[in-house]
C-alpha cells in the first residue's frame, strides 16, 4: 500500500511538473566537501535548536565549504514549495515503513523537482544521509531552518507577523444560529509595511534589516502575534482571554 503511495506521489509529481528544467538545471559534479572548502567563514551564523536545526546547521557547514550556499538554499525552497503544493509528501516520509527502494524513488523524485540546480550534489548527498539515518520525516523542518540561516548570513533577521483565520460569511439556521465558516485571510500589505516600517526603527531591529514572513493560525482568534528574533510582541484575542480567565481564576 506505502509502496503504491509513493509510485503515486512520484507519478503525479512529475505529471504536474511537466517538462519544465529551471534556468539553473546544470548539475556541478565530481567535487567533494573536503576538495572545495573555501576560505569563507563555514560556520553557521545562528546557533539552531531540535533535530531539524542539528542538521540544517550541517547541511550550511558543508555548502559553504563548497561554495554552494546559494544554490542549496535555491534547492532547499524549491523542495518547500514541493511540500506546500502536495501535503501527501509529508504523510509518506512520516512513514515508519518505507523501504531503501522507496527512499530511493523518493530521492529520484525530489531530485528531479531541483532540476540540476544542486551544485556538487550537496543536497544529494544530503538527502541520501537522511535517507540512511531514517531521518527524511526532518526535511521540511530542515528546508525552514535552512532558510533562517541564510537570512542571518545575509544580515536579515525575521519579522513573522501571526494574524488568525477571519470568518468572511455563515449560515442561519432554523434556531437563527450563526455558524461562522472560518476562512484564512491574509494581512493587508499596508499594514504589514507599517509594521516593518515601525519595527525597523526600534531596538527590536538591531539595525538589520528585516524579512517579513506573515502567517495565519485560528488559534489565536484574532489581534496580531508579533515575533522578532527571539522576542514576541502578543497582541492576539487569545492572550487577553488568558490574561482576563487567571484574573478570574486568582480573584475567586
Known amino acids: ?13 512529475s505529471v504536474s511538473r511537466g517538462n519544465v528544467v529551471p534556468s539553473t538545471a546544470a548539475f556541478i559534479t565530481g567535487r567533494t566537501y573536503a576538495q572545495a572548502a573555501s ?13 531539524d536545526g542539528t542538521y540544517a546547521s550541517a547541511l550550511y557547514t558543508a555548502a559553504a565549504k563548497t561554495s554552494a550556499l546559494d544554490t542549496t538554499a535555491r534547492s532547499l525552497a524549491t523542495l518547500s514549495d514541493v511540500f506546500k503544493r502536495d501535503p501527501k509528501l509529508t504523510v509518506i516520509l512520516n512513514a515508519p515503513t518505507l523501504t531503501s527502494s522507496d527512499k530511493s524513488q523518493i530521492i ?8 540540476g540546480a544542486d551544485k556538487g550534489d550537496t543536497v544529494k ?9 531514517n531521518r527524511l520525516n526532518i526535511l521540511e523542518g530542515v528546508c525552514e531552518k535552512f532558510t533562517t540561516l541564510m537570512g542571518a548570513a545575509r544580515g536579515e533577521v525575521d519579522l513573522i507577523v501571526t494574524s488568525a483565520s477571519v470568518s468572511h460569511h455563515g449560515l442561519t439556521g432554523p434556531t437563527t444560529m450563526l455558524i461562522c465558516r472560518p476562512l484564512a485571510k491574509k494581512l493587508d500589505p499596508k499594514l504589514l509595511q507599517r509594521l516593518e ?22 488559534d489565536i482568534m484574532g489581534g496580531l502575534v508579533v ?13 487577553k482571554i488568558t490574561k482576563m480567565n487567571k484574573l478570574l481564576t486568582d480573584a475567586l
Open 197 to 218: 516600517t515601525a519595527i525597523s526603527k526600534s531596538e527590536y531591529s538591531q539595525g538589520k534589516k528585516l524579512k517579513v514572513i506573515p502567517k495565519v493560525n485560528p
Open 1 to 13: 500500500m506505502l509502496r503504491t503511495q509513493v509510485r503515486g506521489w512520484a507519478l503525479r509529481s
Open 227 to 239: 515575533e522578532i528574533g527571539d522576542r514576541t510582541i502578543d497582541l492576539s484575542v487569545s492572550s
Open 125 to 133: 548527498n544530503f538527502l541520501k544521509t537522511l535517507a540512511d539515518n
Open 108 to 115: 529520484q523524485e525530489l531530485q528531479r523537482h531541483m532540476g
Open 39 to 51: 576560505p569563507q567563514d563555514t560556520k553557521p551564523p545562528v546557533a539552531l535548536f531540535g533535530l
